[in-house]
C-alpha cells in the first residue's frame, strides 16, 4: 500500500474553507430532517472546517446512516480525507457503524486508501474497535491484510494489542501472516503481554512461533507472569510442539494464502478434513 504524506484537499475538488456549520451539526446529530431542509435551501453538502471535515465525515463519526445517505445523495464526496487523512469509511470504522460502512462502499469509497503518517486505514480502525462484522466487511470488500500503519503497524498486530479476539480469528481465517514482525515484536507478543490465553492458543493453532525473538531477545513467553495460565500455556507450547496433522494445516493453508479460505470450499473432500482446514474444530478453550 502505497504511504503518502498528510495534506489536504485540494480547494477545488470539495468547496471553501469554513468554520463548523449548521449542516455539520445537522450531520453528527442525526437530524435528517434539519439537513435535508438545509440541502434543499442550498447548503454546499462538502463544506469543510478548517480541519477539513465534511458533514459526511461528522456523520459517520457519529454512527449516522440516514444523514449519510442523504448526503451522498445530494453529492458529498465520499473518498474527501481531514488534514489527518481520515476518509469517511475511515470514521465508519473507527465508529463501529457497519450500515454506513455498507453504505460507503455502494457509493464506491476506497477500502484501501494510501495511508498517511497521521491516519490509519479503514481496516486498522476496524480492528482498533472491535466490530468483528466490520472487520469482516472490509476483508471481504478486499481490505489489504498486510497494511503497514506507522504508529500501528499491521491490523492483526493492532487487533492482538487491543485484545479483540474475534477479529483476529476474522484475520486469521482470511490468511493474516501469523508471524509478521512489527517493531521487532511478533502478534504472539501482543497476546502474551495482555495475558490473553485464548488468544495465544487461537495464534498458535495458527503457527504462532512460540520460540520467536523480539530486539531484546525476548520471547513471548517472558512478557507473562510466572505461574500464571499464559506462562503456563506458552511453556507447555514450548515443550510440546504441534502434532504433524497441524502443522499440515498450517502448511496448507500457508502455501494458499490469502485465497487460503476460499480454495478450501473448493476441494473435493470429506466434511471433517474440511472443517479441519477452516478451523472449524477448534480446542474446547475457544468454543
Not at 481531514?82 to 454506513?100: D, F, Q, R
Not at 501482543?190 to 503457527?207: P, Q, S, T, Y
Request: glycine share 6%; aromatic share 6%; hydrophobic share 40%.
Amino acid at each position: 500500500m502505497e504511504v503518502i504524506a498528510a495534506r489536504r484537499t485540494f480547494l477545488c475538488d470539495i468547496g471553501f474553507w469554513a468554520d463548523r456549520t449548521a449542516l455539520h451539526e445537522a450531520a453528527s446529530h442525526g437530524r435528517a430532517l434539519q439537513l435535508t431542509q438545509l440541502i434543499e435551501n442550498g447548503a454546499s453538502v462538502n463544506i469543510v472546517t478548517v480541519d477539513n471535515i465534511t458533514p459526511l465525515h461528522e456523520a459517520c463519526i457519529q454512527a449516522r446512516p440516514n444523514c449519510a445517505r442523504l448526503l451522498l445523495e445530494a453529492g458529498a464526496q465520499v473518498d474527501v480525507r481531514t488534514i489527518h487523512g481520515s476518509t469517511p469509511l475511515c470514521n465508519a470504522c473507527a465508529s463501529g457503524s457497519l450500515e454506513c460502512a455498507k453504505l460507503l462502499l455502494d457509493y464506491g469509497a476506497k477500502v484501501n486508501p494510501s495511508l498517511t503518517a497521521l491516519t490509519a486505514s479503514p481496516l486498522h480502525e476496524a480492528c482498533i474497535q472491535g466490530n468483528v462484522q466490520v472487520v469482516r466487511l472490509m476483508i471481504d470488500s478486499g481490505a489489504q491484510l498486510e497494511a503497514y500503519d506507522v504508529h500501528f503497524g499491521l491490523p492483526l498486530h493492532i487487533a492482538c494489542a487491543k485484545g479483540r479476539v474475534d477479529c483476529v480469528r476474522e484475520l486469521l481465517n482470511a490468511g493474516a501472516n501469523v508471524n509478521s514482525v512489527t517493531f521487532h515484536e511478533t502478534a504472539l507478543h501482543h497476546a502474551a503481554r495482555l495475558n490473553k490465553v485464548d488468544m495465544i492458543e487461537l495464534l498458535v493453532e495458527f503457527g504462532a512461533n512460540v520460540y520467536a525473538s523480539d530486539n531484546r531477545g525476548r520471547k513471548p513467553v517472558d512478557y507473562t507472569t510466572p505461574a500464571s495460565p499464559s506462562y503456563t500455556c506458552l511453556r507447555f507450547y514450548e515443550s510440546n510442539p504441534l502434532s504433524l496433522q497441524q502443522l499440515c494445516r498450517i502448511t496448507v493453508r500457508k502455501t494458499l494464502g490469502t485465497r487460503a479460505s476460499k480454495a478450501i470450499e473448493q476441494l473435493t473432500i470429506s466434511h471433517r478434513i474440511h472443517s479441519y482446514l477452516q478451523y472449524r474444530d477448534l480446542p474446547a478453550s475457544l468454543e
